[in-house]
């Protein structure tokens, strides 16, 4: 072979380093999911590819390179860092593969079903990228050694002389091996030898092409024989090495012929001695940069998982085949490393790149034969595993797109769809020709597989899966650790800029994945790691929280609830704590199945319209019963609920005047057409969902809360456990706003109206009943109810929900507070000045709470005031004793009148809730006109919130 091999041949493995080609990916191939499955063995199906791809061109045309260059000792260091990466990660794999069953997609597989499928995808995508463009690296190696050994290009030498591009041969007699096929007549006279190497190339790339649509059986029999070949070429340079003996070379920088001697073991290269290389990047020589050279001779030894799919008992085969090739490789690697260091002169092996060839006893072409076999056997490695890669990955729909190569043929499952479009990607890579630029990157890509192969394993066991016990024992989870480390550092030793690369490769297809990936159910690590951590933090989560961090954690109960209150409850939250409680009357024996469709139907509602809740259905023989048991056994340690939300029982109609308008808007989806949509992949959720409300539908069940006394005795219940308790009321079915996610329908209303009717003494926090008169008009504190108003407006000015539902960078929203005072009328200059004391202590309480409140949207109202605004309903007040003396029905109405003041620019209305008469836990009467009051209050209102606190505790912190 001559000159001419620098073009790719010579520099295999110098795409880490800028060279002119590669051989820096690694020569795994996938598995075979069968149709009908192929039955390889140990021998066949892993220990002859491991051993091929392992043992690849770098041992025939970079070792003793190396060797010259660093020394015995450094080359040998350098083995046992690769095999020693190599058998942490052979272990791990092995404990992985053997802990079930096992399909095609070889890393991709092993990854993806540990690690789910975003990182599975992400290293899978990666991976066939890689397998599918270094099939053309291995066929130009395949092509040059064929071109520059049978076919070399002419050149006229300073003599005149015609010579295959082995420069002057004066001194050589015409006799002489080293001149056989290089004489003038044997030559090719043409100025560039590409059009010849993209010729026999493509005539190499149809060959394997054949031999991948035949099979995986086909494939392990070329492979058996590409075998014996090889180390045949092996043994035959072994043995020439060891006999002494002089022989013609080159210096195939220059072409130059020369003299070499063969003196084992006199030679001595323990040390190093760096030089200039072009295979350095035309730059000084280090250790790192010869170990980036030599490092892909470690590689492969996943080719027998790939084809895991092929074999017949996997659980033995691969851990068995790849430890024996990794055995039988590093002995290999040992002897050559001595036989060359002790052999020859270290000018022989830095400048003679072909001396395994050209020392060869006897003939040359055995050894040559090797090498083109080498690059042959890893050629066809690449490509019958690129395309299994492909077809696991197109099967999982990881990419929709990728399905149609799926297809496996009935006979062996054999993925000729996907092998006929990486043969097109890879002659499509050979007619560009130089593909340099993109080695190291398939380097780093293999180097992040194995990484992750320990990762897998290392998480397996740290989380402690009672279902994780592989057959192959010989494994540790440190050991994994160490190996994932290990391989990370390395890839980035190699060449750090290719691995930063190759990681934001993988992190962008990760991050595609995450939000476009399929829905699985393959039971992925990150699941059992997210439980350990959240456990873990839950056991050190406080369960009293200080009011600067205290946030409403709503439990919802959902009877008969309007998506709008969802909606609503999902905006308050601001990042805390949502609970849809929903209790089906009932017997559990009868409503156990029930129960489950609910409970899947909550969780799709959800998820479909962005709600970020859990969802708890119960069954009981009452909805008190069964709220009791959701308000005491709802949370876990301090992730507890502190708020409940339930909806004020009503038979009224909801006006939000233009509400219905606004929803035509074409921009947005209406919240009927999104729940009722027809691609959910549970038949019994799509029942469930009620096709005139839209919700969990339970029409042919009882009312949940069957009575008003019930309801009453709920809320009873809510403040016997000091929960805050918010009774809503008109919240409607909601609007989709951006991406599908649900809101109020009234969000893009402009106003969030706060009205505090009955203060309270800081001692003292249970409501007024039916906001009475006993009120000091400036004991407003940070504590109970007032404060938890302030807090509760304030949280849903924070959620920045504007117009349509949509989300802005600052709130659209205004806050107005409004304070009636029902002890105080407002025609006296005293009345007046105290009117005066409570708008400028009003004042105090919003800068202090830092609420961001106009000036203009605070209001102070004295009796006479309100009577003006409530004109209509009831005269104008002139007295305290007139407002109490008013009957409880009218003076609802007149409340009504108020908070409808300017109404129609108002999205929600937050006011104090009346606590009820003791009576109505017992009496239905009562109970039934307490929630006509609270329902008069309501009517015609945009949503409304009565609010209750659980505690006379602050919910505003007003110091750092």
Same mark, same amino acid.
Not at 79 to 88: F, M, T
Not at 200 to 217: D, K, N, P, T
């Given at each position: 072979?001559?000159?001419?091999?620098?073009?790719? $041949?010579?520099?295999?493995?110098?795409?880490?380093?800028?060279?002119?080609?590669?051989?820096?990916?690694?020569? *795994?191939?996938?598995?075979?999911?069968?149709?009908?499955?192929?039955?390889?063995?140990?021998?066949?199906?892993?220990?002859?590819?491991?051993?091929?791809?392992?043992?690849?061109?770098?041992?025939?045309?970079?070792?003793?390179?190396?060797?010259?260059?660093?020394?015995?000792?450094?080359?040998?260091?350098?083995?046992?860092?690769?095999?020693?990466?190599?058998?942490?990660?052979?272990?791990?794999?092995?404990?992985?593969?053997?802990?079930?069953?096992?399909?095609?997609?070889?890393?991709?597989?092993?990854?993806?079903?540990?690690?789910?499928?975003?990182?599975?995808?992400?290293?899978?995508?990666?991976?066939?990228?890689?397998?599918?463009?270094?099939?053309?690296?291995?066929?130009?190696?395949?092509?040059?050694?064929?071109?520059?050994?049978?076919? @070399?290009?002419?050149?006229?030498?300073?003599?005149?002389?015609?010579?295959?591009?082995?420069?002057?041969?004066?001194?050589?007699? %015409?006799?002489?091996? =080293?001149?056989?096929?290089?004489?003038?007549?044997?030559?090719?006279?043409?100025?560039?030898?590409?059009?010849?190497?993209?010729?026999?190339?493509?005539?190499?790339?149809?060959?394997?092409?054949?031999?991948?649509?035949?099979?995986?059986? =086909?494939?392990?029999?070329?492979?058996?024989?590409?075998?014996?070949?090889? =180390?045949?070429?092996?043994?035959?340079? +072994?043995?020439?090495?060891?006999?002494?003996?002089?022989?013609?070379?080159?210096?195939?920088?220059?072409?130059?012929?020369?003299?070499?001697?063969?003196?084992?073991?006199?030679?001595?290269?323990?040390?190093?001695?760096?030089?200039?290389?072009?295979?350095?990047?035309?730059?000084?020589?280090?250790?790192?940069?010869?170990?980036?050279?030599?490092?892909?001779?470690?590689?492969?030894?996943?080719?027998?998982?790939?084809?895991?799919? /092929?074999?017949?008992?996997?659980?033995?085969?691969?851990?068995?085949?790849?430890?024996?090739?990794?055995?039988?490789?590093?002995?290999?690697?040992?002897? +050559?490393?001595?036989?060359?260091?002790?052999?020859?002169?270290?000018?022989?092996?830095?400048?003679?790149?072909?001396?395994?060839?050209?020392?060869?006893?006897?003939?040359?072409?055995?050894?040559?034969?090797?090498?083109?076999?080498?690059?042959?056997?890893?050629?066809?490695?690449?490509?019958?595993?690129?395309?299994?890669? $492909?077809?696991?990955?197109?099967?999982?729909?990881?990419?929709?797109?990728?399905?149609?190569?799926?297809?496996?043929?009935?006979?062996?499952?054999?993925?000729?769809?996907?092998?006929?479009?990486?043969?097109?990607?890879?002659?499509?890579?050979?007619?560009?020709?130089? $593909?340099?630029?993109?080695?190291?990157?398939?380097?780093?890509?293999?180097?992040?597989?194995?990484?992750?192969?320990?990762?897998?394993?290392?998480?397996?066991?740290?989380?402690?899966?009672?279902?994780?016990?592989?057959?192959?024992?010989?494994?540790?989870?440190?050991?994994?650790?160490?190996?994932?480390?290990?391989?990370?550092?390395?890839?980035?030793?190699?060449?750090?800029?290719?691995?930063?690369?190759?990681?934001?490769?993988?992190?962008?297809?990760?991050?595609?994945?995450?939000?476009?990936?399929?829905?699985?159910?393959?039971?992925?690590?990150?699941?059992?790691?997210?439980?350990?951590?959240?456990?873990?933090?839950? +056991?050190?989560?406080?369960?009293?929280?200080?009011?600067?961090?205290?946030?409403?954690?709503?439990?919802?109960?959902?009877?008969?609830?309007?998506?709008?209150? $969802?909606?609503?409850?999902?905006?308050?939250?601001?990042?805390?704590?949502?609970?849809?409680?929903?209790?089906?009357?009932?017997?559990?024996?009868?409503?156990?199945? +029930?129960?489950?469709?609910?409970?899947?139907?909550?969780?799709?509602?959800?998820?479909?319209?962005?709600?970020?809740?859990?969802?708890?259905?119960?069954?009981?023989?009452?909805?008190?019963?069964?709220?009791?048991?959701?308000?005491?056994?709802?949370?876990?340690?301090?992730?507890?609920?502190?708020?409940?939300?339930?909806?004020?029982?009503?038979?009224?109609?909801?006006?939000?005047?233009?509400?219905?308008?606004?929803?035509?808007?074409?921009?947005?989806?209406?919240?009927?057409?999104?729940?009722?949509?027809?691609?959910?992949?549970?038949?019994?959720?799509?029942?469930?969902?009620?096709?005139?409300?839209?919700?969990?539908?339970?029409?042919?069940? @009882?009312?949940?809360?069957?009575?008003?006394?019930? =309801?009453?005795?709920?809320?009873?219940?809510?403040?016997?456990?000091?929960?805050?308790?918010?009774?809503?009321?008109?919240?409607?079915?909601?609007?989709?706003?951006?991406?599908?996610?649900?809101?109020?329908?009234?969000?893009?209303?402009?106003?969030? %109206?706060?009205?505090?009717?009955?203060?309270?003494?800081?001692?003292?926090?249970?409501?007024?009943?039916?906001?009475?008169? %006993?009120?000091?008009?400036?004991?407003?504190?940070?504590?109970?109810?007032?404060?938890?108003?302030?807090?509760?407006?304030?949280?849903?000015?924070?959620?920045?929900?504007?117009?349509?539902?949509?989300?802005? /960078?600052?709130?659209?929203?205004?806050?107005?507070?409004?304070?009636?005072?029902?002890?105080?009328?407002?025609?006296?200059?005293?009345?007046?000045?105290?009117?005066?004391?409570?708008? *400028?202590?009003?004042?105090?309480?919003?800068?202090?709470?830092?609420?961001?409140? *106009?000036?203009?949207?605070?209001?102070?109202?004295?009796?006479?005031?309100?009577?003006?605004?409530?004109?209509?309903?009831?005269?104008?007040?002139?007295?305290?004793?007139?407002?109490?003396?008013?009957?409880?029905?009218?003076?609802?109405?007149?409340?009504?009148?108020?908070?409808?003041?300017?109404?129609?620019?108002?999205?929600?209305?937050?006011?104090?809730?009346?606590?009820?008469?003791?009576?109505?836990?017992?009496?239905?009467?009562?109970?039934?006109?307490?929630?006509?009051?609270?329902?008069?209050?309501?009517?015609?209102?945009?949503?409304?919130?009565?609010?209750?606190?659980?505690?006379?505790?602050?919910?505003?912190?007003?110091?750092?």
């Amino acid at each position: 072979m001559g000159k001419g091999e620098r073009t790719a $041949l010579l520099a295999v493995g110098e795409g880490i380093n800028g060279g002119d080609a590669s051989l820096v990916m690694a020569r *795994e191939s996938s598995s075979s999911r069968g149709h009908g499955k192929n039955q390889l063995g140990t021998l066949n199906g892993c220990f002859v590819p491991c051993t091929l791809n392992i043992m690849g061109i770098v041992l025939f045309l970079r070792l003793g390179w190396a060797v010259g260059q660093a020394g015995i000792l450094e080359v040998l260091l350098m083995s046992a860092v690769g095999i020693a990466l190599a058998v942490v990660t052979v272990t791990s794999m092995s404990a992985i593969a053997t802990n079930g069953s096992i399909s095609g997609g070889g890393s991709y597989y092993l990854i993806s079903r540990c690690l789910g499928p975003e990182s599975g995808g992400a290293i899978g995508i990666l991976f066939y990228a890689a397998y599918a463009i270094g099939v053309s690296f291995y066929v130009i190696g395949f092509s040059t050694a064929v071109q520059t050994t049978w076919f @070399p290009l002419c050149n006229q030498n300073t003599n005149g002389t015609l010579v295959g591009d082995l420069g002057d041969l004066s001194g050589f007699s %015409d006799t002489d091996p =080293f001149l056989l096929g290089s004489s003038s007549s044997d030559c090719w006279n043409h100025s560039s030898p590409k059009w010849l190497v993209t010729a026999i190339g493509s005539g190499g790339l149809v060959f394997l092409l054949i031999i991948s649509l035949l099979g995986a059986e =086909f494939f392990s029999k070329f492979n058996v024989l590409f075998f014996v070949i090889q =180390f045949m070429a092996i043994g035959v340079g +072994l043995v020439s090495f060891w006999v002494p003996h002089w022989f013609t070379g080159e210096d195939t920088g220059t072409g130059e012929p020369r003299r070499e001697h063969a003196n084992f073991p006199h030679a001595s290269n323990w040390g190093p001695h760096y030089t200039k290389s072009e295979s350095c990047n035309n730059g000084m020589c280090n250790f790192q940069s010869v170990f980036a050279v030599i490092f892909p001779m470690v590689t492969g030894i996943m080719e027998g998982a790939n084809l895991s799919g /092929d074999l017949k008992d996997p659980a033995k085969s691969i851990p068995l085949g790849t430890l024996l090739a990794l055995l039988a490789a590093g002995v290999s690697y040992l002897l +050559l490393i001595l036989s060359m260091g002790l052999s020859f002169s270290r000018d022989v092996l830095i400048t003679d790149l072909n001396v395994f060839q050209n020392a060869a006893y006897g003939s040359k072409y055995l050894v040559v034969v090797g090498i083109v076999i080498s690059s042959a056997s890893s050629a066809l490695g690449s490509l019958f595993g690129a395309s299994r890669v $492909l077809q696991a990955v197109a099967r999982d729909n990881i990419l929709p797109v990728l399905k149609p190569f799926g297809y496996g043929s009935p006979s062996g499952d054999e993925p000729r769809v996907a092998v006929l479009f990486t043969w097109a990607i890879a002659q499509a890579c050979l007619f560009i020709g130089s $593909l340099d630029a993109v080695a190291g990157i398939i380097t780093a890509i293999f180097c992040m597989s194995y990484a992750f192969v320990n990762l897998t394993c290392f998480l397996l066991c740290a989380i402690g899966a009672p279902n994780f016990r592989p057959t192959f024992t010989y494994y540790n989870k440190w050991l994994s650790l160490f190996g994932f480390v290990a391989a990370m550092a390395v890839n980035f030793f190699l060449n750090y800029i290719y691995a930063a690369i190759g990681l934001l490769a993988l992190a962008l297809i990760f991050l595609y994945l995450v939000f476009n990936g399929p829905v699985t159910d393959w039971g992925d690590v990150s699941q059992a790691l997210t439980f350990h951590q959240v456990r873990k933090y839950l +056991l050190r989560l406080d369960v009293s929280t200080n009011v600067k961090f205290w946030k409403p954690n709503v439990l919802m109960l959902p009877e008969n609830t309007q998506k709008g209150l $969802l909606g609503f409850c999902n905006s308050i939250k601001k990042g805390g704590l949502l609970v849809i409680g929903h209790v089906i009357v009932g017997d559990i024996k009868t409503k156990s199945k +029930l129960m489950r469709i609910v409970q899947a139907a909550w969780g799709d509602l959800c998820k479909r319209s962005r709600v970020k809740s859990f969802a708890q259905v119960t069954v009981a023989p009452s909805a008190r019963l069964g709220y009791q048991f959701l308000m005491t056994a709802g949370g876990l340690g301090g992730l507890n609920f502190n708020t409940v939300a339930l909806p004020l029982p009503s038979t009224m109609a909801v006006d939000h005047g233009d509400i219905d308008e606004r929803q035509s808007d074409e921009r947005y989806d209406t919240l009927r057409e999104h729940l009722l949509r027809t691609d959910v992949d549970d038949s019994s959720t799509s029942m469930l969902l009620d096709v005139r409300t839209c919700t969990p539908a339970l029409e042919t069940q @009882p009312k949940c809360i069957a009575t008003s006394s019930e =309801f009453c005795n709920i809320v009873a219940d809510v403040a016997l456990l000091e929960k805050n308790i918010l009774v809503t009321a008109n919240f409607g079915e909601g609007m989709l706003g951006r991406k599908g996610r649900l809101y109020m329908d009234c969000s893009s209303r402009r106003n969030i %109206d706060i009205w505090l009717i009955a203060g309270q003494h800081p001692q003292d926090h249970a409501q007024d009943t039916l906001w009475s008169t %006993d009120v000091d008009p400036c004991d407003m504190e940070f504590r109970g109810v007032s404060s938890l108003l302030l807090q509760l407006g304030k949280t849903l000015h924070l959620s920045r929900i504007g117009p349509g539902g949509m989300r802005h /960078d600052k709130s659209s929203h205004s806050l107005r507070l409004f304070q009636l005072l029902p002890n105080v009328v407002g025609t006296t200059p005293e009345e007046e000045a105290l009117l005066m004391r409570a708008q *400028e202590r009003l004042v105090e309480v919003a800068e202090k709470a830092r609420l961001d409140v *106009e000036a203009t949207n605070l209001h102070v109202l004295g009796l006479a005031e309100a009577s003006r605004w409530a004109a209509g309903v009831c005269n104008e007040l002139t007295s305290a004793e007139a407002y109490a003396a008013m009957p409880g029905q009218q003076r609802c109405e007149m409340l009504n009148a108020l908070f409808s003041h300017d109404k129609d620019d108002t999205c929600v209305i937050f006011t104090t809730l009346p606590s009820a008469d003791p009576t109505c836990a017992d009496d239905e009467a009562a109970a039934r006109e307490y929630v006509r009051d609270l329902n008069i209050v309501s009517r015609q209102l945009p949503p409304t919130v009565f609010v209750s606190a659980g505690q006379p505790t602050a919910f505003i912190s007003t110091a750092v």
